[in-house]
């Protein structure tokens, strides 16, 4: 395969438009396997999702162009899956099933275009909203914050010559192939690529991506990334997000059944999906007041993706739950992807060991980062916590509380509310740094 030399790709802007989309494909896998549930039952439900900046010292609108943006987003709108990808996603095996998606979900999805945005500006961020039916909208959420983080990032690359480019990128590589080198130490740990969302570029993440496949060979399992996965022989992996139990908790007129609605979506969800794709992420509400309510048969599931709590602290009060409803832990599996490195996945893997299976999804610390590469101190390349979630569900706003307090998002009187239906038991307050 034929390597692109990413600093003289970067030093060398010289067309009018360089799409960072460039396919409909280039999104996670998640997105599509929620994708295909929401379309075939809750196609009219309205949804909008809205851009959230985390780091709020760092000012989108004053770093990023506003003319470039509404540029990249306009152009992802013109993008339709092709008909190489519709027969991909049609004929191949994804978690060991053929014909995962239906063909009348295909048939849709052949014409699916990304609808209209709404951006504005307010003390120095952008104000970026997707409004329509939840099936069109939800579709926004990756290509949005991979172009806005790719802007960043070729912001503040526009001012470095050639030579500074080369050294940015080396010293990138090398800490890289540093924490490659660490991982192949443990042969036995599962990691796979999750860094779509807040990558440094398309063509980083893929270069990091090939340098996993070569580095770590088996231990690398695969990429959420659909295209990546496509065009590097890659398994696409994923499986559901927050936005899920946000909508329909959002949409249940009772309080008694929001408190149900997260395990409705399981419900919803095993209609479609088996085996490695029952996963639950109970964190949405946080994770012990869904562990306290939840009904017995979801510890026949196969695993669970503790995504917000400490990982040895999230991972052991599932082990506790599995244990209590009779289930052997080592024959389960915890996926870990919570603002991962390479400390945090040894650490983890090394205290779990024998007890229970595990993988790691490893996401921005993966694909964005840029620590002291550039020959003069950057700040502008180190990665921020930015997210695009769903704010409201028919008109009524939906909200995340997280396990982590400073990751909860909403209106603030139905995140009060929330609070006072799902308890805070176990959540914490950590920064967000990822």
Known sequence: MIKTDIARRVYNHTWKLDPIIRSLLDT????????????????????????????TSVKLAEEIDERELREQLDHARTLRFTKKEMIWLAGNSFYGRKQ?????????????RLPEYELTRHDGQFVLNFHGRW???????????????????????????????????ARAKARMWEKVERLKRHPEIRISDFGTRRRHSHLWQ?????????????????????????????EALGTNAHELPMVLTALAD??????????RVLEDWQKYYGGNLLIVLPDTF???????????????????????APPIEGGERIIEWWESHGQDPAEKLLIFSDGLDVDTIEKTFLHFKGRVRMAFGW????????TDSAPARNEALKAISLVCKVSSANGRPAVKLSDNVEKATGDPAAIQHYVELFGEENRVRKPVLV
């Open 135 to 169: 099936h069109d909208t939800t579709m926004w959420e990756i290509p949005a914050l991979a172009i806005i983080n790719e802007l960043r990032s070729r912001a503040a690359l526009r001012s470095m010559g050639r030579f500074a480019l080369d050294v940015t990128y």
């Open 28 to 55: 996670d896998f998640y997105k599509l396997l929620m994708l295909q549930m929401i379309w075939g039952l809750y196609r009219d439900v309205d949804a909008t999702f809205t851009l959230i900046n985390r780091t």
């Open 100 to 112: 995962i998606f239906q063909p009348d979900f295909l048939a849709w999805l052949a014409d699916f």
């Open 286 to 308: 946080g994770t012990a007041s869904f562990l306290r309510q939840a009904p017995a048969w979801i510890a026949d599931w196969t695993g669970f993706r503790p995504d917000s």
């Open 206 to 234: 893929r270069w990091c991506v090939e340098a996993l496949k070569e580095g770590i060979g088996e231990s690398f399992t695969g990429t959420s990334n659909v295209l990546l996965a496509m065009d590097t022989d890659l």
């Open 254 to 263: 009772r309080d008694a059944d929001k408190i149900q609605a997260p395990y």
């Open 363 to 370: 996401g921005t610390n993966l694909t964005n980062d840029f």
